[in-house]
């Protein structure tokens, strides 16, 4: 069992940045490719960035490339996205997942999650 927990979010003007955390408990993180999710009100879930397994290949959602950095500390169970240039587009509630059989190279699909956390608020004000 994978235990997801977010942190980081908060209110932040447009241009701003932030960086959010994932903590995972266990012994088995390194096993899991892991992804960030967001999902604005009234809209559905939606891929972020993923990153694989040791944090060689990463994969973004386009209109966060260039804006966002996803990456993993495997010895403290955590995975981060440090979010830059932010929009009032990318208010959301932001959530990390696991996945034990990503491949790579494509969009992670909520549906083929393991584990989920349960989010934390990033509000952007214009």
């Known amino acids: 069992q994978v235990q997801l927990v977010e942190s980081g979010g908060g209110l932040v003007q447009a241009g701003g940045s932030l960086r959010l955390s994932c903590v995972a408990s266990?012994?088995?993180?390194?096993?899991?490719?892991m992804g960030w999710f967001r999902q604005a009100p009234g809209k559905e879930r939606e891929f972020v960035a993923a990153?694989?397994?040791?944090?060689?290949?990463?994969y973004y959602q386009d209109s966060v490339a260039g804006r966002f950095t996803i990456s993993r500390n495997n010895a403290g169970n955590t995975v981060y996205l440090q979010m830059n240039s932010l929009q009032p587009d990318d208010t959301g509630s932001y959530y990390c997942?696991?996945?034990?059989?990503?491949?790579?190279?494509?969009?992670?699909?909520?549906?083929?999650?393991?584990?989920w956390g349960k989010g934390t608020l990033v509000t952007v004000s214009s």
């Open positions: 266990g012994r088995f993180f390194p096993n899991y490719s």
């Open positions: 997942a696991a996945d034990r059989f990503y491949s790579g190279g494509y969009p992670m699909d909520p549906r083929n999650m393991d584990y």
């Open positions: 990153i694989m397994r040791m944090g060689g290949n990463v």
